[in-house]
């Protein structure tokens, strides 16, 4: 029996001038499940992130969360549903330390009205409580070693492993990442792979992922959805996906 749907797609459609980046994408998301985004370049995949992370509005077409429709609801009220995103090139605060930078991402995330912050009798207690959540997952992204280190002395891949931090410390329900192994060595791609599945299995996070290399990222997802010129062409286990000859030929032919 598989479980509902934390997310859904149904026939969107987001056209560019006379481009049509999504063509009716419909996809559904597991919880708890990573499910992927390939295709070759300008199949639609980025658009379709921006679309669901509410950066872009569609043309039509619906995006539906928790069967709520949340199609044209501004990204910070996604936000707040649980529904965050990374991008494909970090962008942290790249003078504060790895804590601070987790610091801010929090407070970002939270209501700081000026009254809130004064009416509240246990500010610092919040704060603690914000750097006990903070070291917490920096354990568990394996980067508590580096809390003290500014963001611009960190390399490529620990820099994606701040920005899945950040992205933490929100609480999120469904994570939305574009490429967070794109431009990382080998060994710290794996890394960050078993992460994504570790963060799966122990807080039940759920992910949609885009990535383009298949030679480390397939074995980590449970879900594939293939796309092309706008459209889904397959979907299914990697396995699946991967032998179904129309992937093949739309890899070949661009
Ligand atoms: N803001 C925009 N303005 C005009 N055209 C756009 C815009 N964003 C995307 N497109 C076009 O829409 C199509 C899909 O682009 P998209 O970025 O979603 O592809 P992608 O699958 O993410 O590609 P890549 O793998 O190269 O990142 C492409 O033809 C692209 O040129
Ligand atoms: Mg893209």
Do not use: C
Request: glycine share 8%; proline share 5%; net charge negative.
């Amino acid at each position: 029996m598989v479980d509902d749907p934390l997310l859904r797609t149904v026939d969107l459609e987001k056209h560019f001038g006379g481009v049509k980046a999504l063509d009716g994408v419909s996809i559904e998301v597991e919880p708890a499940k990573v499910t992927m985004l390939i295709g070759p370049n300008g199949s639609g995949k980025t658009t379709l992130i921006n679309v669901v992370g509410g950066a872009l509005r569609p043309d039509g077409g619906k995006v539906l969360y928790r069967d709520e429709d949340i199609t044209y609801l501004p990204p910070h009220e996604r936000y707040r549903r649980g529904i965050v995103r990374t991008f494909q090139v970090p962008k942290p605060f790249r003078s504060l330390s790895v804590l601070e930078n987790l610091l801010v991402a929090s407070r970002a995330g939270l209501d700081t009205s000026a009254a809130k912050i004064l009416l509240s009798t246990d500010w610092a207690k919040k704060e603690e409580e914000l750097i006990e959540k903070a070291f917490r997952i920096l354990e568990l992204l394996n980067i508590d070693h580096l809390w003290d280190t500014r963001a611009d002395q960190l390399s490529g891949g620990q820099m994606k492993l701040l920005e899945m931090g950040r992205a933490l410390m929100s609480e999120p329900s469904l994570l939305l990442l574009d490429e967070p192994v794109a431009g990382v060595n080998p060994t710290l791609a794996h890394d960050i792979m078993s992460h994504i599945v570790k963060l799966r299995d122990e807080i039940g996070l759920t992910f949609l992922i885009v990535e383009h290399r298949l030679d480390i990222t397939l074995q980590y997802v449970d879900r594939v959805y293939a796309m092309h010129q706008g459209r889904v062409i397959s979907h299914g286990t990697p396995e699946e996906v991967m032998s179904d000859p129309k992937v093949v030929e739309a890899y070949l032919g661009d």
